[in-house]
């Protein structure tokens, strides 16, 4: 194990000692978590392995590069889809949540390849799919919670702006507004402790791999935007297309939305 | 059938929530001048009805006129514009009472803002904190609020019931005084002391429907017991 880069099968093995550690704290806390400890654990070894495979035939050098397009296509479905779960049968957010994480994926990637930032090849890609739409769920249901919190928070004060002749869209603003902050928040500051409270994975994993620490800042740096912007593009997606699914074409909140 | 063209003309009208009927094949015409008020026992369907009447909510069967024109056809924001809707509890957006009421007109002058204020007696809280008013000073902030797109109609659901007798009063001749500017009131009420006091017209209704409706002398003389007692403390 002197290449970082690769733990190899004994390495794997040995890392679940933590694992262990974490289910006797379970246990000894009483937290009556331990099924779900290993449940979890054995699920990320399953998914990562299947994935493995399949990301290994993607971003073989002798690969074409429609197959990462059909990855990250399947990608943002499967979020949409993960969205939806997430936000419950209330509300249906499965298409508004496809077109945000399509509209990210679509602006990072005419910025990072079309600007030449990261050559236009499987390894770069999929990656950077991958991390703009993970980092990006988060904030999206957050968001769309947060929209249907304030319908059911202040939906009274919706309706007295809407009964003074203002749109839907001018009288649920301060509330879209305030939604929408409560999502980016967390990725701002996030962006702000990042190399002083934390080390990202994509800098993690250069650094294991036995890249030199300046690079790695600088792909890290260019992640860390390539975050923050699809959080923006998404949530922002999202309040526009779900604060429109609160209301009917004739500016009527739907307070019995589900 | 209801034929008025001038204000409101409701036909046929249902509405159900939640599995119950809340309005049920109503009739009415309400005009668009003085104040008519809607009277009757809690979950009688005067709240509802207000809501249909500012487009806030439709009807599942029936249809709502106003000057003889159906609000599907209606710009809704247009609308409401004219049929302004004040709610039972004062409802004061983050700012001062001056943002208030540049919230329904974005462009309305200081000389505008302060001439609604003096007609609704606190021209001296315009640069007051909105959510710091007293129950009555926010209820005749809303009232100016609502004033001050002109409108033909305000629609108020109990907008006293929230008050104390002195901020009641308060209101209650402000409404007044508002009529004789020429803006009618559709004025829901519990209080049958203050429909008598205020209303040219009653519309008394019960379970959803409408039990009678005519000028507020119909109404206490009107042969049917139920009728009259609406009208009785």
């Given at each position: 194990m002197d290449d970082a880069s690769s733990i190899g099968w004994l390495g794997l093995a040995l890392s679940t000692i933590l694992v262990v550690i974490t289910i006797v704290l379970s246990l000894w806390r009483q937290l009556g978590l331990t099924r779900e400890i290993v449940t979890a654990c054995v699920r990320a070894a399953a998914q990562l392995a299947v994935v493995g495979l399949a990301l290994g035939l993607v971003i073989d050098?002798?690969?074409?590069l429609v197959f990462s397009w059909i990855w990250i296509v399947g990608m943002v479905a499967f979020a949409a889809q993960s969205t939806q779960n997430r936000v419950g049968d209330r509300l249906s957010v499965r298409a508004v949540a496809a077109a945000a994480y399509g509209a990210a994926t679509a602006a990072a990637i005419a910025v990072l390849f079309g600007l030449q930032v990261f050559p236009l090849e499987a390894r770069a890609l999929v990656p950077l799919a991958g991390m703009m739409v993970g980092n990006a769920l988060g904030a999206v249901v957050l968001v769309a919670k947060r929209l249907i919190a304030e319908v059911d928070e202040h939906g009274d004060e919706v309706e007295a702006r809407l009964a003074l002749g203002l749109t839907a869209r001018d009288a649920f603003a301060p509330h879209a507004r305030r939604a929408l902050r409560q999502a980016l928040i967390p990725q701002i500051e996030k962006t702000k402790a990042v190399g002083i409270v934390f080390l990202p994975g994509a800098m993690v994993g250069l650094v294991l791999a036995g890249v030199d620490a300046q690079d790695a800042v600088l792909v890290q740096a260019a992640v860390m935007f390539l975050v923050l912007g699809s959080v923006a593009i998404t949530a922002t997606v999202m309040t526009l297309g779900v604060s429109r699914a609160l209301f009917t074409p004739d500016h009527r909140l739907r307070r019995h939305f589900e | 059938m209801a034929t008025e063209l001038s204000g409101f003309t409701v036909d046929g009208v249902t509405q159900r929530r939640g599995g119950r009927i809340?309005?049920?094949s109503v009739d009415l015409t309400i005009a668009a001048s003085g104040i008519t008020a809607l009277i009757g026992r809690?979950?009688?369907g005067k709240s509802s009805l207000l809501r249909l009447l500012n487009g806030l909510d439709v009807p599942d069967a029936g249809t709502v006129r106003w000057h003889g024109v159906d609000l599907a056809d209606l710009d809704m924001t247009e609308h409401r514009r004219r049929v302004a809707h004040v709610a039972q509890r004062a409802i004061p957006f983050d700012g001062t009472v001056a943002d208030n009421l540049r919230v329904a007109a974005p462009t309305a002058t200081d000389e505008r803002v302060g001439d609604l204020l003096r007609q609704v007696g606190i021209?001296?809280?315009?640069?007051?904190?909105?959510?710091?008013?007293s129950g009555g000073e926010a209820q005749r902030m809303c009232i100016a609020r609502a004033l001050v797109n002109e409108p033909e109609v305000i629609l108020a659901d109990?907008?006293?019931?929230?008050?104390?007798p002195e901020a009641r009063d308060g209101v209650e001749s402000l409404a007044a005084d508002i009529v004789g500017d020429g803006v009618a009131w559709v004025w829901v009420s519990h209080d049958a002391a203050q429909t008598r006091r205020l209303a040219d017209r009653v519309v008394v209704m019960d379970e959803g429907r409408v039990l009678a409706s005519g000028t507020t002398e119909q109404i206490a003389d009107h042969a049917e017991p139920a009728v009259r007692r609406a009208l009785e403390d």
């Open positions: 050098d002798d690969a074409p | 809340t309005l049920d809690s979950g009688a021209a001296h809280l315009v640069e007051q904190d909105a959510t710091t008013l109990e907008p006293t019931s929230a008050l104390d």
